[in-house]
């Protein structure tokens, strides 16, 4: 079984900074691309950022300049650091992995979500 835990989400005031981890678990053999994605009330579900297994990365327009994916494969985690925080970034942030697990299975896993709220 796998599981994807994200903690560092909260309440933050405009212009402020928040750094989202995620540690991923279980049985797994190897990890490659890991993600972000946010969800804002009565949207869709939509990327925020993602980095391959050797750092190659991606981010959504809206979030250029202002976040950075990272990881750390030895430990397999993912982390977003949020800068500049505006009220149009709060979301549920949901972490992302494609991973192979030990049965052989390669597949897209997803954590529960951490809640940002960027308000004054």
């Known amino acids: 079984q796998v599981q994807l835990v994200e903690s560092g989400g909260g309440l933050v005031q405009p212009g402020r900074s928040l750094r989202l981890s995620c540690a991923a678990s279980g049985s797994i053999l190897s990890i490659y691309a890991m993600g972000w994605y946010r969800q804002a009330p009565g949207k869709q579900r939509e990327l925020a950022a993602t980095?391959?297994?050797?750092?190659?990365?991606n981010y959504a327009d809206s979030v250029k300049g202002r976040f950075t994916i990272s990881r750390d494969n030895a430990k397999n985690m993912v982390y977003l650091q949020m800068n500049s925080l505006k009220p149009e970034d709060t979301a549920v942030y949901y972490c992302?992995?494609?991973?192979?697990?030990?049965?052989?299975?390669?597949?897209?896993?997803w954590g529960q979500g951490t809640q940002v709220t960027v308000s004054s």
């Open positions: 980095i391959t297994n050797v750092g190659s990365t």
């Open positions: 992302n992995a494609n991973l192979l697990t030990l049965r052989g299975l390669r597949d897209d896993f």
